[in-house]
């Protein structure tokens, strides 16, 4: 008759090494506190008792950890690098990413503070100098390459080159308008619609407008909503689980989480059975 062992626990691993079960449960986790040879001989003495963690166990101190009422707010950095203290807040997008991380945040115990890294006493090397080519290398060209991509689909009679500029200038757009007559633009900048406006254009009767980057309050405008606020959401789970796990620094092997946008019809487009054949622009 088979005989089940007891699986080992922190404390048999303490019993073996001479460590309080609680410094063996940081070890196990790597966390910054204990020296890297105390983690060494905890870890090799786990190994030998075959120590495997409870995941159930750990699921349960999770839950009871955002059940107990926090005695005091961690606080969660939000770290800005533009011209001014509070540059940021002009970005309806970037004010959104804010409101669904100081949400979260409070849900789970902490704080999100502002640090603005041109604050006296602070530092940083990198200021904020976006322009309107940079805002697609931002998003390593995904908005060009999908653009470019879509257009080798197109029959060439039908194929339109991107507009790219290094900052908004509304002749050279007006003229692009004027040269290749698209059906609709595709873009992220506010200064399309109303340089087209003053130009005599009607949108959407003689140009339409997408944007591919809209804000939680668009509602007028016709685009794809990002979700900011989730995303802000979802930054800030990302981050504390991470600090659960002990996890600091840039991972060794980083990974993403996405976030999916959603369509608003918006009347900045025409109805698709009211168009010819269409072209469009990256207006970026």
């Known amino acids: ?112 503070e502002t640090f603005w890294l041109s604050e006296p006493g602070m530092t940083g090397d990198r200021m904020s100098r976006m322009n309107l080519r940079e805002h697609d290398k931002r998003v390593d060209n995904n908005w060009l390459a999908a653009y470019l991509v879509e257009q080798t689909r197109l029959q060439p009679e039908h194929q339109l080159p991107p507009l790219v500029l290094e900052q908004w200038n509304a002749r050279t757009f007006l003229s692009w308008v004027e040269h290749y007559r698209p059906d609709a633009i595709v873009t992220r900048l506010p200064e399309v619609i109303h340089s087209l406006r003053r130009a005599g254009y009607r949108v959407p009767d003689d140009v339409g407008v997408a944007y591919h980057t809209l804000d939680e309050k668009s509602r007028c405008l016709s685009g794809m909503k990002k979700n900011s606020f989730q995303i802000g959401v979802m930054a800030v789970d990302l981050l504390i689980d991470m600090l659960h796990r002990n996890e600091r620094g840039i991972p060794v092997r980083p990974y993403l989480l996405m976030v999916e946008g959603s369509w608003v019809e918006g009347n900045t487009l025409r109805k698709p059975s009211e168009l010819r054949a269409s072209t469009t622009l990256v207006a970026e």
């Open 1 to 112: 008759m088979a005989i089940l062992q007891a699986r080992p626990t922190l404390r048999d691993i303490g019993l073996k090494t001479g460590f309080h079960y609680s410094t063996v449960s940081l070890a196990l986790r790597d966390h910054p506190r204990i020296p890297d040879s105390t983690k060494q001989i905890i870890c090799e003495a786990a190994k030998g008792l075959g120590y495997q963690p409870d995941a159930m166990l750990s699921a349960l101190c999770a839950y009871r950890l955002t059940k107990r009422r926090p005695k005091g707010q961690t606080v969660i950095a939000w770290i800005t690098n533009h011209r001014t203290r509070t540059g940021w807040r002009m970005s309806a997008c970037t004010r959104d990413y804010f409101e669904g991380a100081s949400q979260r945040a409070r849900e789970r115990g902490y704080r999100l």
